[in-house]
């Protein structure tokens, strides 16, 4: 196990590096990342095998919004705006995972960015099916280009029951900024959740639920999204996750389209990457 | 057992380098349960190291993921299963019996499931001749073997054991035995093998030689119920028979180039861990079952082992999945699966909802010759065996 220490330790560093030379480099600004989310994420119990990397790529287009889109200085609308990242999460051991993601924008009327980079860790303190509720813990941290926003820190707390062919999975999560005006202020309180329809082996449904209420005690702006989603098994070894989304507040968008595209990738399992006798 | 002579230079051919499979925790294996698999691994290794004891001669090599042992003792003769019943075979002059047994160069543990081959060569580094090693039913130690002729002139003997075609449960620990496994064994020193068979010696035996496999298998068996939703053991005649019954599993299997039973030789395939059968309820429920020989306690493998599942509406099956190697080839078939701990039959598959069920198991009588004059006469009859009030709950791991 220690080879995937040092292979996680090595991905740390050189996302660490990679994202201070964007910061130097990027263009300055006075933006900021606290619209509405460009990304919708309900994120799930299960994590890659230690060993195992898995790659996401995220895309998400804003249909229909009367939201502004502060960008890097620049007001824009939200509406036509589209938003990729790529995330790559690998396992460190059977609990324990970490990753990172680099997003992009593009919104409507302006040329596209690499706008930051979250690194993630998360930590399963189960087997499934140990518990009568399954925990986990998740931790993102932002490091936005300079001018994009302020650095924050995000905790979910995961937590996942099957019941029958159903999965419910649910995060409550708290952000706090850990730089610019706001840093070491209220914790702002989000929630996420879905229900899937798990029964059909290829094509799966749900309903998912994003919420974010703004600084605790003080629930001013908030932004709530109902998303029908559905997973496809493109192949046994690609679920592609898309979903519409339906704001349900004035300040929400009106109308979105998600996609997750999952990669359940084998090629860094361990007998692979260290050979049977290297672990 | 027919040598059959074919061409082929032992110069060519070389001891799989060594290497360790992996053990590893995981949500299939906490330590507790791999060391159940070194203790099954301990007791099997004593047994072999007594059986090499007994032999003529014997050698020793760790190949590939695999330490193999071959030993030479006087022929066997054997019981056959036919249509009536077993038939005791005399050996035919001028033959030994040669035994392989494979352990899992980690834990220990017997290889069971697997196909292996013997090929003798001369001074010169030609083939002398070649056959089968089949898996046999033995009195005390699992082995493959068969009453052969060594070819006059052997210097060199080259075993070798086939990627193993069936399913692996464990993400991590089912990796292994992907490729073909040789050992390469001087055999120069080979005198006359005369004296008691190694089967009279092993019905002979006592002590813990003879209880500590049975004791150790027993010690699993229980932890497996204790992690299972539901469990329990039946004896009918001369098999034991264990139950479990857990949420549907993922595991690895073959991708490619293997059939069960094929000619050594064939291109190694590579294993594919199904992830999908996690993401999915279409299966809810993992059946286990393992039947084990009520004379010493072992697994028996190479069974053809099905299951009925009976909810209160009546039976259900599982879909069928899709061919491939280790794949059930009939509805209700549980075939083979290599468990990081617990060797069984197993198949996932799909209930209406938790609750109690009736399992129904059924076996024919094993194919494999049984050996031992006085022990062997045994497992001729098939099993139909019922577990009531089976409770299976509902899900995926």
Not at chain 1, 233 to 245: D, E, F, L, S, Y
Not at chain 2, 67 to 78: C, D, F, K, R, Y
Not at chain 2, 296 to 317: R, W
Request: proline letters at 7%; one cysteine or more.
């Amino acid at each position: 196990m220690k080879g995937h220490l040092r292979i996680a330790f090595i991905v740390l560093l050189g996302l660490l590096g990679e994202t201070a030379q964007a910061q130097l480099q990027a263009p300055s600004g006075n933006g900021s990342a606290d619209g509405p989310p460009n990304f919708f994420e309900v994120q799930q119990y299960d994590q890659p095998f230690a060993g195992w990397a898995e790659p996401t790529i995220w895309t998400t287009y804003i249909g229909s919004s009367n939201q502004r889109e502060q960008h890097f200085g620049k007001d824009l609308p939200r509406q036509g705006l589209t938003a990729h990242s790529i995330e790559l999460e690998y396992g460190v051991t059977d609990r324990l995972a970490v990753g990172s993601y680099f997003d992009f924008v593009d919104p409507h009327g302006d040329s596209g960015n690499y706008t930051q980079a979250r690194l993630l860790a998360r930590y399963r303190f189960s087997n499934r099916q140990d518990l009568f509720v399954n925990p986990a813990v998740y931790f993102e941290y932002y490091l936005p280009r300079r001018g994009y926003g302020d650095k924050q820190l995000e905790t979910r707390f995961i937590a996942d029951k099957d019941i029958g062919d159903f999965r419910v999975v649910v995060n409550p999560t708290l952000s706090v900024k850990t730089s610019g005006a706001q840093s070491g202020g209220r914790p702002s309180l989000g929630l996420s959740g879905g229900i899937y329809w798990r029964k059909p082996a290829n094509v799966q449904p749900g309903v998912e639920y994003l919420a974010e209420y703004g600084p605790w005690n003080h629930f001013m702006d908030v932004k709530q999204y109902v998303l029908p989603t559905v997973d496809i098994a493109v192949t046994k070894n690609i679920v592609w996750h898309i979903g519409t989304g339906f704001g349900v507040t004035r300040n929400s968008d009106h109308f979105i389209v998600e996609s997750q595209l999952r990669f359940d990738v084998d090629v860094f399992r361990p007998s692979r990457l260290f050979g049977r006798a290297g672990r | 057992m027919t040598v059959v002579t074919s061409l082929c230079h032992a110069e060519s051919i070389s001891t799989t380098p060594p290497r360790v499979p992996p053990s590893a925790v995981g949500n299939e294996a906490n330590e507790a349960q791999l060391n159940h698999a070194r203790s099954e691994g301990a007791a099997y290794a004593a047994a072999v190291a007594w059986e090499r004891d007994g032999a003529a001669w014997s050698a020793r090599t760790h190949a590939g993921e695999m330490l193999l042992t071959v030993a030479v003792s006087p022929a066997e003769g054997g019981w056959d299963l036919t249509n009536d019943g077993l038939r005791w075979t005399d050996p035919a002059s001028g033959m030994v019996h040669l035994r392989l047994f494979p352990e899992d160069a980690e834990n220990h543990r017997f290889v069971p499931g697997a196909s292996a081959h013997v090929r003798f060569f001369g001074a010169d580094g030609n083939e002398l001749g070649r056959a089968a090693l089949p898996a046999g039913i033995y009195p005390l130690t699992d082995a493959y073997g068969a009453d052969l002729s060594i070819p006059t002139g052997v210097t060199t003997l080259i075993v070798t054991v086939d990627a193993l075609p069936w399913r692996r449960h464990d993400p991590y620990n089912g990796d292994r035995y992907a490729d073909e496994t040789v050992g390469v064994f001087p055999i120069s020193k080979l005198g006359t093998v005369q004296g008691p068979t190694a089967s009279a010696r092993a019905e002979a035996a006592s002590g813990s030689v003879v209880t500590a496999s049975n004791a150790a298998l027993d010690a699993t068996v229980k932890t497996m119920w204790e992690q299972s939703n539901a469990g329990a053991e039946k004896t009918d005649g001369d098999y034991r028979i264990d139950y479990a019954v857990e949420y549907s599993e993922a595991y690895w299997e073959m991708t490619h180039g293997m059939q069960h039973g094929i000619p050594h030789g064939t291109p190694p395939g590579d294993l594919r861990y199904t992830v999908e059968n996690e993401r999915t309820t279409r299966r809810n429920a993992h059946i286990e079952v393992a039947p084990r020989d009520a004379r010493n306690g072992n697994f028996l493998p190479g069974l053809q082992v099905s299951a009925v599942v009976i909810g209160p509406e009546g039976p259900v099956a599982p879909p069928m999945d899709e061919p491939g190697p280790g794949a059930p080839t009939r509805a209700g078939d549980v075939p083979f699966m290599w468990h990081s701990w617990l060797f069984h039959y197993g198949q996932n598959w799909r209930v209406p909802g938790q609750g109690a069920y009736r399992l129904q198991v059924h076996f024919d009588a094993p194919t494999a010759r049984r050996y031992g004059r006085q022990s062997g006469n045994r497992m001729a009859k098939p099993v139909d065996i019922t577990f009531d009030d089976v409770t299976i709950k509902v899900g995926t791991k």
